[in-house]
């Protein structure tokens, strides 16, 4: 496939601006700034292409402190026939008041939020289950969680609010996570892909941190639950060191916090040609590809029913299979349909990933560019196993107006490859020629184009 350089105006000024401010600071929905607010009317233009939404609103990060200020609810596509009207098919004040409810039932407040809409299903975005660290006190917990410093939410909150008649951790657990599951079934979630390699986190010998995998009162016996064990972010310092190589790179699964199995439904692992068993000798390409398969399998197998996607905080693991899933539809032409290539990226940066709090500017100082790789590994999922059409994936005809193809989904490059921050040093779209090796140069930082005549196991 042909590459060739993005030179319409604004398009790799745009996206280049993006990545080079996020690389600087973390995103605090209380601290505003010209540039957030051009960001947020962006993105909900780039949502307004295709869909009919809602907002929960999130002003000033008085619900999440690291998530959107403007929540966007995806309710149904638009089309052409219903673009001037507008007629809501949630309540959402009610959504609002469950949001508002269930936030203490998650990890630093960072409640069950859709964010994809496909075939009229949620695909949603938390961090996992709050442990009672966080639900007795969540200022000190977070002090606890992050080595010392509060960088979480803010202004300390009372956590327990109207729970202060509550006598024992039963009931409290009885009531913040039955808000919690109030929230699930209320957007028709069933499936629960929990990405966690320990059963809880613990952290100076503390349980700071719990999952649905192991309540002890069963309250989500309801849902589907899978543990499917990734990496965190630490790992990605090695795929750093390796020089961007993921090929080869498997996790230790040995170490002594790792304590959650792969669990993975029969109904789910028949009908997928793969040995389950072998994942603790699958190379990170191999994992990162398998799992996607497996999620994109679960919401093409149900008609009705949603899932729901996290790790620990969810701004690490969680957006990095949230902006494949994003991706990977999209060049199906299952989601955002009218989105080109440039559109479809600065929509899952922005959203997915900076709004969402991911943390990139500690992530490039220590190293851990999970960021990079979700970008450079695109190359390996761009044949039609990880469709979920029977057809080939977008071709240029279906962008007349552009002057590339999605088999361009473009690169990231860096000019400086040795820098502990080589991200937020020189960004740029760039194309390619066919004549180019298969295993990319060290002066490339990579956006990895899709097309349907590559293919990768």
Aim: glycine letters at 6%.
């Amino acid at each position: 496939m042909a590459w060739r350089i993005l030179s319409a105006p604004g398009r790799s000024e745009e996206i280049t601006d993006l990545i080079y401010e996020f690389s600087k600071s973390q995103f605090r929905a209380k601290e505003v700034t010209p540039w957030i607010e051009r960001i947020e009317k962006r993105y909900l233009e780039l949502f307004d292409r295709d869909y009919k939404y809602s907002i929960i609103h999130n002003t000033n990060g008085e619900v999440c402190g690291h998530y959107p200020r403007k929540i966007v609810f995806l309710e149904y596509e638009s089309s052409d026939n219903n673009k001037e009207s507008f007629e809501s098919t949630v309540q959402i004040s009610k959504l609002q008041d469950l949001v508002n409810r269930s936030k203490m039932a998650r990890c630093r407040g960072r409640f069950v939020c859709p964010v994809i809409l496909y075939n009229g299903k949620h695909v949603c975005r938390s961090s996992t289950l709050a442990g009672w660290g966080e639900l007795y006190g969540r200022t000190g917990y977070n002090y606890i969680f992050s080595g010392g410093s509060d960088d979480t939410l803010g202004d300390a909150e009372e956590v327990l609010e109207d729970d202060c008649a509550v006598r024992n951790d039963s009931q409290l657990f009885d009531k913040v996570r039955g808000s919690d599951i109030k929230l699930l079934k209320y957007l028709s979630i069933h499936y629960i892909c929990d990405l966690m390699v320990e059963k809880k986190k613990v952290k100076f010998g503390l349980n700071v941190t719990s999952s649905e995998k192991v309540d002890k009162a069963q309250r989500y016996a309801d849902f589907t639950l899978l543990s499917v064990p990734y990496p965190g972010c630490e790992f990605f310092r090695e795929y750093k060191d390796r020089d961007y190589t993921a090929e080869g790179l498997v996790f230790n699964w040995n170490q002594d916090y790792v304590d959650a199995p792969l669990t993975i439904p029969d109904c789910f692992t028949r009908n997928l040609n793969m040995n389950w068993s072998e994942y603790q000798s699958w190379d990170l390409v191999q994992q990162t590809q398998n799992y996607l398969k497996l999620l994109l399998h679960i919401i093409n197998s149900d008609d009705e029913n949603g899932l729901l996607v996290h790790c620990i905080s969810g701004w690490d693991r969680t957006p990095l299979f949230v902006s494949l899933l994003r991706l990977s539809l999209w060049a199906d032409g299952a989601i955002h349909a009218s989105l080109e290539p440039s559109e479809i990226l600065y929509l899952t940066i922005a959203y997915d990933w900076f709004l969402f709090g991911h943390m990139l500017p500690d992530r490039l100082s220590k190293g851990e560019e999970i960021f990079f790789f979700c970008f450079n590994f695109l190359k390996h999922i761009v044949c039609e196993t990880f469709s979920v059409k029977k057809k080939q994936r977008r071709k240029n005809s279906q962008f007349k107006d552009a002057d590339f193809t999605v088999d361009d989904l473009c690169q990231l490059k860096s000019r400086d490859r040795g820098s502990v921050t080589s991200l937020s040093s020189d960004f740029s779209l760039i194309t390619e020629d066919t004549s180019a090796p298969s295993s990319l140069p060290a002066e490339a930082t990579d956006l990895i184009t899709t097309g349907p005549q590559a293919s990768s196991g």
